[in-house]
């Protein structure tokens, strides 16, 4: 791995991120479709009621936002420099197909990444300074801060594999986006499944999750490296 190289495509994604109005996009509403469910809870539930909030998880909701977000960003990696033709030059150059998933695949998660935490950060901030007496203590605990800490960059890493994957093989950007959101849908449903207790969020759960996210990580990696074919995208291009 060549670490010049994957850093060359890290600066030029994200100046592409920069000057895309849907990405800019996605990244703005996407999380605050997911701080508004745990939100209006909070605001909403009066200081007598905060008690029932020690038997729920509704943080975990938020970790939709790491998986949402960075699908957004990945699916538009590949087939996005196919539409802009800048692919082909890329392509030309000598750099390997793992230095340049890898490369981009880092793009997408730094911003996720802070986006996410700085969501989560927004939350806990206005809890505890708008919600009734007694909410923010029932609400926010070491578990479910901790969770948020360890899961969101492993649930951000898949998510821009399996973006990646699709973008690969799709031929528009929106199709790619949507395609990329709906592959992610089954990890959404696990993390409010959690939330919403209906599975429980258990220590064994949690190691179990981590060792499933830390395996589909490398396998994806290794699954959209193998789909993207370099003779075939230039020969797209062209």
């Known amino acids: 791995m060549n670490w010049r190289r994957v850093r060359a495509i890290f600066r030029k994604e994200l100046r592409e991120y920069r000057h895309n109005g849907n990405i800019i996009y996605a990244m703005a509403i996407l999380p605050l479709i997911f701080l508004l469910q745990p939100l209006i809870e909070a605001f909403t539930i009066p200081s007598n009621g905060s008690a029932s909030l020690r038997r729920e998880n509704s943080l975990l909701y938020m970790l939709a936002i790491p998986v949402l977000v960075p699908a957004a960003l ?13 692919l082909e030059p890329v392509l ?10 890898f490369g981009k695949a880092l793009a997408a998660f730094v911003p996720s990444v802070v986006v996410a935490y700085g969501i989560f950060g927004l939350f806990i901030a206005a809890v505890e300074l708008f919600a009734h007496q007694g909410v923010a203590t029932a609400l926010i605990r070491g578990p479910d801060l901790l969770a948020q800490l360890i899961f969101t960059p492993l649930l951000a890493t898949l998510s821009i594999w399996v973006g990646i994957a699709v973008s690969t093989r799709a031929s528009d950007p929106r199709i790619a986006a949507q395609l990329s959101l709906l592959a992610s849908l089954p990890t959404v449903a696990v993390t ?14 949690a190691l179990g999750l981590g060792i499933v996210l830390l395996v589909l990580s490398r396998l994806g990696w290794r699954f959209a490296t193998a789909l993207f074919n370099r003779e075939r995208l230039i020969t797209q291009v062209r």
């Open 74 to 86: 990945a699916a538009y990696s590949v087939v996005g420099e196919r539409i802009q033709g800048t």
């Open 92 to 101: 030309s150059t000598p750099i390997r197909s793992e230095e340049l998933l």
């Open 192 to 205: 409010s499944l959690i939330a919403f207790n209906v599975i429980p969020a258990t220590l064994h759960v």
